[in-house]
């Protein structure tokens, strides 16, 4: 005997993502931001000026990579129960990628799932992490390994709170967009090449493309069944790099940054990628202070620590490899001895 359900039906999960200047926005429900002290001390009163709503409440979590937690999650969820918030309410993420992630995954299991909104601050948050909808925390089997798929309804970029973003934060947000580029759009990686991104109207148009980029491929495979992956360019390479070094000495894009240059040297020794080209990634990663090189102890232990990375299995490693600027492929076929030999060169 049988029972079926049938559960086959299409979702629109579809949201605009505005880059511009926050528009005034009134919410007619219960609202929570939520947000760290460093971003509400820069930023909140700002905020506050845009957004109303029938009831609006901050909460905060304590700022940094360490604090995406268990804890930080249950702060949020406590204070939701807390103020009887409903399936209906909703939650605004108003931070870097750390705040955006927990709040949409808080968002995704509070009731079963609630509605939120990205607000990002950092470049690297406009351009990346409140794009696509994945969302989550770290443990301490490593990070991003507790989470779920939940797009948020929509997307605020207003770039003017990057005025008060340091410049190595600044530079990390630059390696993801240099990521886009050169993963998807080689039209995009030449404009990177002259552009000037200090000027705000180039960085405005800079943060649209990657964004574009961005949304071009999640609406492609927006669960990562296939060519999504390829957005992990560098990040084979970049999460060794942060985990060997205790994630103290990178940022998460510092640390791209140089996986990228691996990801192309291999690309290069495996006449993949031409010489030129790999050269071209580099200098632009060095225009914005990127670090591109790396001191790697033992090769061997470096490349036992790709088996870590959640696109591998037990047997096999996945490298996403560029086979020239805009074009990159997902590849478990790379000879260990040529992994070695690169890496031997760093
Ligand atoms: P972050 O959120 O830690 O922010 C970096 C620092 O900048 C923090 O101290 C933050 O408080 C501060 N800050 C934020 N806005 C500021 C502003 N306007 N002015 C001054 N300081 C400001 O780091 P991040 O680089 O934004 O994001 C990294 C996180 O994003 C990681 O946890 C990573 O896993 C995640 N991520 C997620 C995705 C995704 O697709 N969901 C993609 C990339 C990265
Ligand atoms: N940051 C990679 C992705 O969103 O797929």
């Not at 005034?24 to 947000?35: L, R, S």
């Not at 630059?174 to 886009?180: G, L, N, T």
């Amino acid at each position: 005997m049988q029972v079926n359900i049938p559960l086959k039906k299409v979702i629109d999960n579809s949201y605009d993502i505005t880059i511009d200047t926050i528009p005034e926005v009134h919410f007619d429900t219960k609202v929570a931001i939520v947000t760290n002290p460093k971003v509400a001390g820069l930023h909140l009163s700002y905020l506050l000026s845009k957004i109303t709503a029938k009831e609006l409440y901050i909460i905060t979590v304590p700022d940094g990579e360490e604090y995406k937690n268990q804890k930080s999650i249950d702060t949020i969820l406590e204070s939701l129960f807390n103020h009887r918030f409903n399936r209906k309410s909703m939650l605004i993420a108003f931070g870097g990628g750390v705040i955006g992630d927990m709040t949409g995954y808080a968002s995704s299991i509070y009731q079963r799932g609630i509605d939120f909104i990205q607000i990002p601050t950092t470049l690297l948050s406009q351009v990346d992490a409140s794009v696509g909808g994945k969302t989550g925390m770290n443990n301490s089997y490593g990070k991003n390994l507790i989470g779920a798929f939940h797009q948020p309804r929509a997307v605020y970029i207003d770039p003017y709170f990057l005025t008060t973003l340091p410049s190595r934060e600044f530079g990390a947000g630059v390696a993801e967009i240099v990521k886009m580029a050169v993963t998807f759009n080689k039209d995009f990686f030449e404009f990177l090449e002259s552009a000037d991104l200090s000027n705000p109207a180039i960085l405005q148009d800079a943060i649209k493309q990657a964004v574009q980029t961005k949304a071009n491929v999640v609406a492609l495979d927006e669960k990562e069944h296939g060519i999504r992956a390829a957005l992990n360019y560098g990040h084979t390479f970049g999460h060794v790099i942060e985990n060997e070094t205790s994630y103290k000495k990178y940022l998460h894009g510092e640390a791209v940054a140089i996986g990228m240059v691996m990801a192309n040297s291999t690309s290069v020794k495996m006449d993949l990628m031409s010489a030129d080209e790999a050269n071209r990634v580099k200098l632009l990663l060095q225009k914005y202070n990127l670090p591109v090189s790396y001191e790697i102890e033992s090769t061997e232990g470096f490349y036992e620590a790709f088996y870590l990375d959640k696109k591998s299995s037990d047997t096999k490693i996945t490298f996403i490899l560029p086979f020239g600027i805009g074009d990159v492929r997902i590849t478990d076929e790379c000879e260990k001895e040529i992994i070695l030999d690169v890496l031997g060169e760093f």
